[in-house]
RNA sequence: CCGGAGGUGGCAGAGUGGUUAAAUGCUCCAGACUGUAAAUCUGGCGGGGUAACCCUACGAAGGUUCGAUCCCUUCCCUCCGGA
């Protein structure tokens, strides 16, 4: 049977320094399961450049086509688009699908690396409406609409869809479009990505943990990290490059805030340092809030062995977990 | 020592004699999320209580007033300029 390895968890658990090394235990190779290093040339704010610390110790370092390598050790679903290209989960779950499977048929063991809950969703149990396309032209349309406007227009072509929406989404105008769209479509599904646990694979999910503090200072640090690797530079590359700063701000995050630096609106760079901070820390919040359900028998991660990366030896834990289940 | 500005909740920063536990932003906490997910959206945020409600608060101490965070006096502290 398929076997199929997957860690997740926040951002700053070091979910790809252990991936790594499972990887050349196991003679496995990594698949990136996040939204923004899909991206070309986003590097350094998405961290794909792996720990100073690691990059130290394992200095065999090379960039493929599609794929990056360390130590041997390759990883797959970086850059994968252009950055300034729109890329959904529905590109994710056909792209990684695709991926897996070419390394099954190497003989190898497929390492998922995931931080970005959705996607992760997706690929492995899938998404029912997912097959169901954008329409950007009614969306452009849609978009002009005030947030009132498009609730009405929800409520009146599909009531159903409105009474299943809680109050939150309902306030999301984002929501709302994509809620008009499915209504509006005549697309017949052919079901779309079905996910691979559907598939029969075998698969052990790990899930990485820290204490609230201890993740704030790893993130922080991170930062301060970044920002000494070239951070700055790189967003400033992106702008040479044509990419405007709307688009760096829709892409979140470090270059979100470096945006508003290179405008003027973040004065020094200390305060950079510290808005990007925080706003790292409520990003990790809203992966944990997804994640949580995983630690309850039905939610959404089940099957998951949670670790505590603080504790003693749990790389070598996951290490004998690992072990046991691979055949 | 003299002249000027100012001291507000974790921070930044409004404000005004009563409707101010005090705008707003940030941090922080909680949550939603089936095609933008590092995005987007919702709620909370002085303390206590399920609640009605109670307590402590706008540098300190007094005073004026029915009532002061907002007016007056003194004191303490900070910043800018001049000796």
Known sequence: MKQLLVIFGSTSTGKTDLALKLAEKFNGELVACDSRQVYVGLDIGTGKAPSSKFKIQNSKFKKGNKFWEFNGVKIWMYDVTDPGKQYT?????????????????????????????????????????????????????????????????????????????????????????????????NFTSDGGPKGLLRGGFKTLKIGLTAPRQILYRRIDERVINRMNQGMLDEAERLRKTGMTFKRMRQLGLEYGVLADYLEGKIKNKNELIRVLQGKIHGFARRQITWFKKASLPAGREKNTFWFDITEKEFAGRVENLVAKWYD
């Not at 390394?103 to 995931?114: A, T």
């Not at 032209?137 to 409520?155: F, H, M, V």
């Open 89 to 185: 989960v529905y590109d994710y779950v056909k792209d990684a699908e695709r991926i897996i499977d070419e390394i099954f048929k190497r003989g190898k063991l497929p390492i998922i690396v995931g931080g970005t809950g959705l996607y992760l969703k997706a690929l492995l149990e899938g998404l029912s409406n997912l097959a169901i396309p954008m329409d950007q032209k009614l969306r452009n349309s849609l978009e002009t609409l005030s947030r009132d406007e498009l609730q009405k227009k929800l409520q009146k072509i599909s009531p159903q869809k409105w009474q299943q929406m809680n109050y939150s989404d309902r306030q999301n105008p984002r929501r709302l479009i994509r809620a008009v769209e499915i209504a509006s479509t």
